[in-house]
């Protein structure tokens, strides 16, 4: 039986004080957490050496530590393999059809052409005399080839994994044409999206939405981490202003700045990250060839990548130089922003969710990372304009092959063999899709281990905030002077239950 995280209402219920933890820290207490305990699997099989748990020896007496998720429920390390996975699918879900695929990019185009045909000659001063209804009509007009144009966003998507079709020359061409057309340089984030997806959850390899370690958090707002305790929750003015940022901006910035990727670019093999950071002027973004999130070989793709918007952002100024601005604006960007904003909700609430771990490298597998992804529903527009990516994702990270009209059924294939491991959130159909981005932006500030863990449960990380929600974060207490080291107070902090070596 697989699990499905439906946390109630009460899942925003605050936590007074970490004490109420430490008392609640046995797997016995999960069941009084602040929301449903995940449905187990009945035939759920112990664990390999890191188990659920660590054991620790507190100079007293040995005491398992249980791996507890951002709402209390217990929590368990995948065990089942790759091989089990793609063993439980049937063999006719990896069939991929040219004719089938090029009629969906069909039907989008048509949509998405049939709709400004009828806005341009409807909706004028002629038929609608009313400014006020011409442009509320016209705000329908933007909303709705938003809906379509992330539909045809997702089937580029389909492309770049070569889920499209057998022809890997048909999914690039296409695939090419259809994110220009969006302003999405396709095969640079053909390139960084593939890596994603070989280092999903995976803290220091992943390339979008890698969540803050506490330190880091606590850094950005000038603080030091034990310091968090001290300060105010968020209000929800902010939090709000910070999802509106993150749903207007957050695409472009992410090409630009890779911002909410790794930010580990010394590393890169060919030396190419060396003096690199994300940000304005770091120059880790998705237009230069001698960006580290690329190497040599990349580098005519990028050019072509860059070719295609050169292409079709000529188009667009000569189509605003023609017809007019504002009309432009009104016919392609905002469209284009909506485009955005669904591409943004998607993908951080795909990976962003208090029920979801993330893992050091120490800690990471292939199959660990692709089981920390959630499904969630939006109802019409999810399985028939967005072509299923919201409810069939946690497929998708384990076999990205998969054409999306399969996959479906390839879900309810791995879910016996996945079990408790499977998570989705079907709660309130399209508004618990959308009420899931206010508890992820409010729950999901940074990622830390659970307090106590030792060795390799030390390298699971889950989800903690300052807003008093959820369990509560780590304690920490500050270094003694005389033992910070030369480097500065940010990494003076020894966690409350650490060995004295062990530093945050």
Same mark, same amino acid.
């Given at each position: 039986?697989?699990?499905?995280?439906?946390?109630?209402?009460?899942?925003?219920?605050?936590?007074?004080?970490?004490?109420?933890?430490? +008392?609640?820290?046995?797997?016995?207490?999960?069941?009084?957490?602040?929301?449903?305990?995940?449905?187990?699997?009945?035939?759920?099989? #112990?664990?390999?050496?890191? #188990?659920?748990?660590?054991?620790?020896?507190?100079?007293?007496?040995?005491?398992?530590?249980?791996?507890?998720?951002?709402?209390?429920?217990?929590?368990?390390?995948?065990?089942?393999?790759?091989?089990?996975?793609?063993?439980?699918?049937?063999?006719?879900?990896?069939?991929?059809?040219?004719?089938?695929?090029?009629?969906?990019?069909?039907?989008?185009?048509?949509?998405?052409?049939?709709?400004?045909?009828?806005?341009?000659?409807?909706?004028?001063?002629?038929?609608?005399?009313?400014?006020?209804?011409?442009?509320?009509?016209?705000?329908?007009?933007?909303?709705?080839?938003?809906?379509?144009?992330?539909?045809?966003?997702?089937?580029?998507?389909?492309?770049?994994?070569?889920?499209?079709?057998? #022809?890997?020359?048909?999914?690039?061409?296409?695939?090419?044409?259809?994110?220009?057309?969006?302003?999405?340089?396709?095969?640079?984030?053909?390139?960084?999206?593939?890596?994603?997806?070989?280092?999903?959850?995976?803290?220091?390899?992943?390339? @979008?939405?890698?969540?803050? #370690?506490?330190?880091?958090?606590?850094?950005?707002?000038?603080?030091?981490?034990?310091?968090?305790?001290?300060?105010?929750?968020?209000?929800?003015?902010?939090?709000?202003?910070?999802?509106?940022?993150?749903?207007?901006?957050?695409?472009?910035?992410?090409?630009?700045?890779?911002?909410?990727?790794?930010?580990?670019?010394?590393?890169?093999?060919?030396?190419?990250?060396?003096?690199?950071?994300?940000?304005?002027?770091?120059?880790?973004?998705?237009?230069?060839? +001698?960006?580290?999130?690329?190497?040599?070989?990349? +580098?005519?793709?990028?050019?072509?990548?860059?070719?295609?918007?050169?292409?079709?952002?000529?188009?667009?100024?000569?189509?605003?130089?023609?017809?007019?601005?504002?009309?432009?604006?009104?016919?392609?960007?905002?469209?284009?922003?909506?485009?955005?904003?669904?591409? @943004?909700?998607?993908?951080?609430?795909?990976?962003?969710?208090?029920?979801?771990?993330?893992?050091?490298?120490?800690?990471?597998?292939?199959?660990?990372?692709?089981?920390?992804?959630?499904?969630?529903?939006?109802?019409?527009?999810?399985?028939?304009?967005?072509?299923?990516?919201?409810?069939?994702? @946690?497929?998708?990270?384990?076999?990205?092959?998969?054409?999306?009209?399969?996959?479906?059924?390839?879900?309810?294939?791995?879910?016996?063999?996945?079990?408790?491991?499977?998570?989705?959130?079907?709660?309130?159909?399209?508004?618990?899709?959308?009420?899931?981005?206010?508890?992820?932006?409010?729950?999901?500030?940074?990622?830390?281990?659970?307090?106590?863990?030792?060795?390799?449960?030390?390298?699971?990380?889950?989800?903690?905030?300052?807003?008093?929600?959820?369990?509560?974060?780590?304690?920490?207490?500050?270094?003694?002077?005389?033992?910070?080291?030369?480097?500065?107070?940010?990494?003076?902090?020894?966690?409350?239950?650490?060995?004295?070596?062990?530093?945050?």
């Amino acid at each position: 039986m697989a699990s499905t995280i439906t946390p109630r209402k009460t899942a925003l219920t605050r936590l007074a004080t970490t004490e109420s933890f430490t +008392a609640a820290s046995s797997a016995s207490s999960v069941a009084s957490s602040p929301v449903d305990t995940p449905v187990q699997s009945s035939s759920s099989t #112990s664990l390999s050496s890191l #188990s659920s748990g660590a054991e620790l020896d507190d100079g007293k007496s040995s005491r398992r530590v249980q791996l507890v998720d951002s709402y209390g429920n217990d929590f368990q390390i995948p065990d089942y393999t790759i091989k089990q996975i793609r063993d439980a699918i049937p063999a006719h879900c990896f069939n991929r059809s040219a004719v089938r695929g090029l009629g969906y990019v069909a039907r989008d185009i048509a949509c998405l052409a049939t709709t400004f045909l009828l806005f341009h000659h409807l909706v004028t001063p002629a038929n609608v005399p009313s400014t006020l209804t011409r442009g509320a009509l016209w705000a329908v007009y933007t909303i709705v080839q938003g809906l379509v144009g992330t539909g045809l966003w997702v089937l580029a998507h389909e492309c770049g994994h070569q889920s499209f079709s057998p #022809s890997k020359t048909l999914n690039d061409t296409v695939g090419w044409i259809c994110h220009s057309l969006l302003l999405v340089p396709y095969f640079s984030w053909k390139i960084s999206h593939g890596k994603h997806h070989k280092a999903t959850g995976n803290v220091e390899r992943d390339m @979008v939405f890698v969540p803050k #370690s506490r330190e880091r958090y606590s850094s950005d707002l000038g603080r030091l981490s034990h310091e968090l305790s001290e300060l105010m929750e968020d209000t929800p003015i902010a939090t709000a202003l910070q999802l509106l940022t993150q749903q207007l901006g957050g695409w472009v910035w992410y090409l630009l700045t890779n911002v909410t990727g790794h930010t580990f670019h010394e590393r890169q093999s060919e030396g190419r990250g060396k003096g690199k950071r994300n940000g304005w002027g770091g120059r880790v973004n998705h237009f230069d060839p +001698a960006s580290p999130l690329y190497e040599a070989k990349d +580098a005519k793709l990028i050019l072509l990548s860059d070719l295609g918007l050169a292409i079709v952002g000529g188009t667009l100024f000569a189509l605003g130089q023609t017809y007019g601005w504002s009309n432009l604006l009104v016919w392609y960007f905002v469209p284009y922003m909506w485009v955005n904003h669904w591409l @943004v909700a998607i993908t951080y609430l795909q990976h962003t969710d208090p029920s979801l771990p993330h893992y050091e490298a120490s800690a990471w597998t292939f199959t660990r990372g692709a089981s920390a992804t959630i499904d969630r529903e939006f109802g019409f527009i999810g399985r028939h304009i967005f072509h299923g990516i919201i409810e069939t994702h @946690v497929l998708h990270h384990f076999v990205s092959t998969i054409p999306f009209y399969h996959a479906d059924e390839a879900t309810e294939a791995i879910k016996p063999v996945m079990g408790r491991h499977y998570r989705s959130n079907v709660e309130g159909g399209s508004l618990g899709f959308l009420a899931s981005m206010w508890r992820s932006a409010r729950m999901c500030q940074w990622v830390e281990p659970v307090e106590g863990a030792d060795g390799e449960a030390k390298g699971v990380l889950f989800f903690r905030n300052r807003n008093g929600l959820g369990l509560p974060p780590r304690k920490v207490k500050p270094m003694a002077t005389s033992e910070r080291p030369a480097s500065g107070p940010k990494k003076g902090l020894v966690l409350v239950g650490d060995s004295d070596e062990d530093e945050a």
